[in-house]
């Protein structure tokens, strides 16, 4: 089992920032792929950002040099740094946990709204 919590998000005016935090109730290096997700009202999930236990990074290309996706490892978290923000990346923001056994563990969610 995987427990994930996040938390950093609220309100921001367009051109913010905000950075998201995930906890992991486990070693973030047994975790085979760690990545957010999105869900705006009305609209699917999709994939934000995610990285693998080695360190590679991925980004969908309407966040790529806007968001960040890091790690702390001595404190099990994953971050996502997100500047530029627009009114359309308004959403519930997910954390998720890939195992390698294909199991997949998500956090309850965080609202971001970016408005002014």
């Known amino acids: 089992q995987v427990q994930l919590v996040e938390s950093g998000g609220g309100l921001v005016q367009p051109g913010g920032s905000l950075k998201l935090s995930c906890a992991v109730s486990r070693n973030i290096y047994s975790i085979y792929l760690m990545g957010w997700y999105r869900r705006a009202p009305g609209k699917q999930r999709e994939l934000v950002a995610t990285?693998?236990?080695?360190?590679?990074?991925n980004y969908a290309d309407f966040v790529k040099g806007r968001f960040t996706i890091s790690r702390d490892s001595a404190k099990n978290t994953v971050f996502l740094q997100m500047n530029s923000l627009k009114p359309e990346d308004t959403s519930v923001y997910y954390c998720?946990?890939?195992?390698?056994?294909?199991?997949?563990?998500w956090g309850q969610g965080t609202q971001v709204t970016v408005s002014s």
């Open positions: 998720n946990a890939l195992r390698i056994n294909n199991s997949a563990y």
């Open positions: 990285m693998t236990s080695g360190g590679a990074t």
